[in-house]
């Protein structure tokens, strides 16, 4: 079982930066792959940024070369440097995980069965 709580959001305006942390429970952290999702307002929580156990990263065209997704196992801690954030980045964030052997598509938020709260982000124009 793995217990996921997300910190770090906030109002900032278009360019600034923000970074997220996701910080995990459980002893088997290192094994799990991590994403962050976000949902804005009447729209579909859509895939954002994930990180595999062995240190694989894949990002969502929209956020590519602006955003970075790292962790550091010795914290069980996922984090997300946003920069040069724009108002369409403007939703509530979402960290998930699994096991990285269970995901085949890290895209897909069905495939994660543990999520944590979330923390919003709002950026102002």
């Known amino acids: 079982q793995v217990q996921l709580v997300e910190s770090g959001g906030g109002l900032v305006q278009a360019g600034g930066s923000l970074r997220l942390s996701c910080a995990a429970s459980?002893?088997?952290?290192?094994?799990?792959?991590v994403s962050w999702f976000r949902q804005a307002p009447g729209k579909e929580r859509e895939f954002v940024a994930a990180?595999?156990?062995?240190?694989?990263?894949f990002y969502a065209d929209s956020v590519k070369g602006r955003f970075t997704i790292s962790r550091t196992n010795a914290k069980n801690t996922v984090y997300l440097q946003m920069n040069s954030l724009k108002p369409e980045d403007t939703a509530v964030y979402y960290c998930?995980?699994?096991?990285?052997?269970?995901?085949?598509?890290?895209?897909?938020?069905?495939?994660?069965?543990?999520w944590g709260q979330g923390t919003q982000v709002t950026v102002s124009s």
């Open positions: 990180v595999r156990s062995g240190g694989s990263t």
């Open positions: 998930a995980a699994d096991k990285d052997s269970r995901i085949y598509v890290f895209r897909n938020k069905m495939e994660y069965d543990y």
């Open positions: 459980g002893r088997t952290f290192s094994t799990y792959a």
